[in-house]
T-cell receptor, first 113, second 110 residues
Framework: DTEVTQTPKHLVMGMTNKKSLKCEQHMGHRAMYWYKQKAKKPPELMFV???????INESVPSRFSPECPNSSLLNLHLHALQPEDSALYLCASSQEGRADGYTFGSGTRLTVV | GQSLEQPSEVTAVEGAIVQINCTYQ??????LSWYQQHDGGAPTFLSY????GLEETGRFSSFLSRSDSYGYLLLQELQMKDSASYFC???????????FGKGTMLLVSP
């Protein structure tokens, strides 16, 4: 299995809703990432998990809450989002300490209304 | 911090060769990567250069000059399906996280 699977593919949520994005990989990668990407922009790093521990939080607002239940799963819990949070949310994984190849999921297209 | 510069858009015709340049400024260098992203899709890893020189993978090649803080992605025998955004990326010091350039949109016409 050489894929990163993200669900759902599309999500529309109100500003008072609570939702979660899910990411799964079975490549044995021990580093997992959440990136946010706006249209016509590069991916921007949000969080890094290394060996299931949060190692980097790029000053992301607390309305985004990551969770890594085990080495194969990564969640992003969403609460009280703003319309400007609408974006493509990408999950990626890599072998720890390697920079020569991330595997990205196809992303969740999030719209906050 | 990390800073990467690449052209915003490049156009070419089918069958041609195109080169996408990337210059970078980093506090520490651990390699230059290239990713392809089709509209609405996920970024896909293309190549990685940690040392100076040329890496070839099929129609795609990537070059790195660490002394010039410069690299490029070379795409040969262009096809319509190569129309996409191409990002160069550098690894952040001390971690395996990537910082991406702003991306180059490649438009291939018949």
């Amino acid at each position: 299995d050489t894929e990163v699977t993200q669900t759902p593919k599309h999500l529309v949520m109100g500003m008072t809703n609570k939702k979660s994005l899910k990411c799964e990989q079975h490549m044995g990668h021990r580093a997992m990432y959440w990136y946010k990407q706006k249209a016509k922009k590069p991916p921007e790093l949000m969080f890094v998990y290394s060996y299931e521990k949060l190692s980097i939080n790029e000053s992301v607002p607390s309305r985004f809450s990551p969770e890594c239940p085990n080495s194969s799963l990564l969640n992003l819990h969403l609460h009280a989002l703003q319309p400007e949070d609408s974006a493509l949310y990408l999950c990626a994984s890599s072998q720890e300490g390697r920079a020569d190849g991330y595997t990205f999921g196809s992303g969740t297209r999030l719209t906050v209304v | 911090g990390q800073s990467l510069e690449q052209p915003s858009e490049v156009t070419a015709v089918e069958g041609a060769i195109v080169q996408i340049n990337c210059t970078y400024q980093t506090s520490g260098f651990y390699g230059l990567s290239w990713y392809q992203q089709h509209d609405g899709g996920a970024p896909t890893f293309l190549s990685y250069n940690a040392l100076d020189g040329l890496e070839e993978t099929g129609r795609f090649s990537s070059f790195l000059s660490r002394s010039d803080s410069y690299g490029y992605l070379l795409l040969q025998e262009l096809q319509m399906k190569d129309s996409a955004s191409y990002f160069c990326a550098v690894r952040d010091q001390g971690y395996s996280t990537l910082t991406f350039g702003k991306g180059t949109m490649l438009l291939v016409s018949p």
